[in-house]
């Protein structure tokens, strides 16, 4: 097999996750793009994402949040879980807002990574921030050759 560029290993990881991810294409979010240690997942918040208070229900945003989480510690095609996470919730956010969640890769040492996301709506208005600890386990999500 051919070396593939860690562009490409992103993206290939994230076909694999994505195509099996029914509860974030079900809760409406889109992966706009993947890189090494990156990812970013939007969503248009309907009514029926909206708790008692006509705001966005904190888990729809931590779900948000945890879905760009994923798709970026598994970019190097190696199967990455969560190990811990926390979210800091900021600003409502409601129906008909775009939620747009970035995720970066802060540290990834051994089989642990650690990976901070930030949430803002349509205008740039931070809604919520969140971090989260990953573990490598056995698997990968496609063949490659390997160094």
């Known amino acids: 097999m051919a070396k593939i ?36 997942v939007t969503m248009r918040l309907e009514a029926h994402h909206c708790n008692g208070h006509k705001t966005c229900h904190g888990g729809i945003s931590y779900a948000l949040a945890d879905s760009a989480f994923a798709l970026a510690c598994n970019s190097y095609n190696q199967i990455a879980v969560a190990q811990h996470n926390s979210m800091t ?19 990834r040492f051994g089989r642990s990574g650690l990976y901070d996301v930030r949430i803002t709506n349509q205008n740039g208005e931070l809604i919520a921030e969140f971090r989260g600890g990953a573990r490598v386990i056995r698997g990968r999500h496609f063949e490659e050759d390997t160094p």
Do not use: K
């Not at 994505?18 to 990812?39: H, I, K, Y």
């Not at 919730?89 to 540290?107: F, S």
């Open 5 to 40: 560029s860690a562009q490409e290993r992103a993206e290939r990881s994230r076909d694999a996750m994505w195509g099996g991810d029914e509860a974030s294409r079900w809760l409406g979010m889109t992966c706009e793009r993947v890189g090494p240690g990156e990812a970013v």
């Open 89 to 107: 919730y900021i600003a409502p956010a409601y129906a008909g807002d775009v939620l747009t969640a970035h995720a970066v890769e802060r540290a």
